[in-house]
């Protein structure tokens, strides 16, 4: 019964799809290369409501859900389940092992070794969903494991990306299999003598306080936000807590936060996607900005990019638009203001370089 499904999953792995999306009544679609591109069979009410069940989403007692499955082939999937208007929906996401460094991903690997060889601290990669944050931080987390002696400690919903214990023991925890939530997992790793915890996300003030806790106690934290920017990452961090908490979050943040790296994904000329990001270490005036609750102030002296340890998006679109790496379109589309890209290409961009 559900030979198209198994046959687009199937597909989609092959060619290297980033999602599939799944309706009754619909034919099937996956996006590659940041392009929906449609089946011609369609779905049926049957086959999706097989698949919900199989997933352990039955569609008499969930309206939506998030779970992990594996095709018959055994690819795996992270997989969201949801109606719409009432008809069986869910959008797949291939899990694939991640073999590619931080270098071979166009991340800064000096700086992310840095960060990760610190003893204690807050570490962040955000963006939005399909930026990529998950497989640059199974990359970081790879390169722990394989070059040094420690115990990494992760709580993920799902588990993305299996890792091996090299020189580093890795314990991996999955929400609704191996722990209740984020918070609960994350109190719980501070009992399983971890040197280095990852959280999937931070959803809420209680994973935060509790990750900034663990940060205090010497562990190194790492996780994600879904947040565009680095400044707007701050903001975003500080807003969980409620507002009798906000001045003490910041006292703490001030001190536990090592960087931030933002990214991004868009295509790439002549196929595939191209990572874009900025990134932001923190110390010396930025911490105290951060201690005052002086955001403004941090947003303003990320957008002089006068900095040498800090990138912009501005110059990571500008380094891959000039070195024939994505094309104009896409440069101007990447940037938040389109008229910036038309500013630095007069060479009149805010500090420039």
């Not at 809420?204 to 680095?230: I, Q, Y």
Request: net charge negative.
């Amino acid at each position: 019964m559900l030979d198209l499904l198994e046959e687009v999953c199937s597909v989609a792995v092959e060619s290297g799809a980033e999602d599939i999306y799944l309706k009754a009544g619909s034919p099937p679609r996956v996006r590659l290369d940041g392009v929906i591109r449609e089946f011609e069979q369609e779905v049926t009410t049957e086959q999706m409501e097989i698949f919900w069940a199989l997933c352990g989403a039955a569609e008499s007692k969930n309206t939506e859900a998030d779970v992990a499955w594996k095709s018959a082939t055994g690819e795996r999937f992270r997989v969201n389940c949801f109606k719409s208007m009432g008809i069986l929906c869910a959008v797949l996401r291939p899990l694939r092992e991640n073999t590619k460094s931080l270098a071979d991903l166009g991340l800064p690997e000096e700086k992310f070794h840095e960060w990760l060889t610190r003893r204690s601290g807050l570490v962040l990669v955000t963006g939005a969903t399909g930026s990529g944050k998950s497989t640059s931080l199974s990359s970081a987390l790879k390169w722990i494991a394989e070059n040094m002696a420690k115990h990494i400690v992760t709580v993920e919903d799902p588990i993305e990306y299996l890792l091996r214990s090299d020189q580093s023991l890795v314990s991996q925890r999955q929400v609704g299999v191996d722990t209740q939530s984020f918070s609960t997992g994350l109190r719980a790793a501070l009992r399983q003598s971890p040197d280095i915890i990852f959280v999937g996300e931070i959803r809420d003030s209680e994973t935060a306080r509790t990750a900034l806790h663990a940060c205090e106690t010497g562990h190194l934290v790492v996780s994600t936000l879904h947040s565009a920017t680095v400044p707007e990452t701050v903001e975003r961090l500080v807003s969980v807590f409620p507002g009798d908490e906000r001045e003490a979050s910041l006292g703490v943040l001030s001190k536990q936060l090592i960087g931030i790296m933002c990214q991004k994904l868009v295509p790439r000329e002549g196929g595939g996607l191209c990572l874009l990001m900025e990134h932001m270490e923190f110390g010396g005036a930025i911490k105290k900005w951060v201690q005052e609750g002086e955001l403004h102030k941090i947003a303003e002296f990320h957008q002089t990019g006068q900095s040498k340890e800090n990138v912009r998006f501005i110059d990571s679109i500008m380094h891959m638009y000039k070195n024939g790496i994505i094309s104009e379109e896409t440069a101007r589309g990447a940037c938040e203001d389109p008229d910036e890209f038309d500013r630095f290409m007069l060479g009149v961009g805010s500090g420039s370089r």
